[in-house]
């Protein structure tokens, strides 16, 4: 069985500073089926552009088959605000943290939630 998606390319995640994380959301497209556990990547290559391509192949591929896909900007990268200062930096771990507590809360969402990543994905 497969479901259709949606996707919501416009969310933002509010941090306690005020900087804004923006993400895109692939939802298995089926609210009588969920909620939805939920797959989440945080890099800063930009996910409205440079990565669009592979990040669309990635995650409708997952919500077709019921797991949501959620695609961060990290701080100060992308559409999200605030300035990155380095690689790997804690507010970036903070961040994230907040963000999975945030989608937790999500009536889609099972609270089930997993991270992946290579290289920079791989250390966020």
């Known amino acids: ?23 895109t959301l692939y939802l298995p497209d089926a609210p009588s089926d969920g909620p939805f556990p939920a797959v989440v990547e945080s890099l800063p290559y930009r996910k409205d552009d440079d990565c669009f391509a592979r990040d669309y192949r990635t995650y409708t591929y997952l919500a077709e ?5 959620v695609r961060i900007d990290i701080r100060g990268t992308g559409a999200s605000t605030g300035i990155i200062s ?9 961040d994230n943290l907040a963000i999975m507590e945030w989608l937790e809360t999500q009536v889609w969402c099972t609270g089930n939630l997993g991270m992946w990543g290579i290289s920079w994905g791989g250390f966020s």
Request: proline content about 5%; hydrophobic content about 40%.
């Open 1 to 23: 069985m497969t479901y259709p998606i949606r996707i919501d390319r416009k969310v933002w995640v509010p941090m306690e500073d005020g900087t804004r994380i923006a993400l």
């Open 86 to 94: 380095d690689e790997y930096v804690e507010h970036e771990q903070a």
């Open 65 to 69: 088959r019921g797991i949501a896909g």
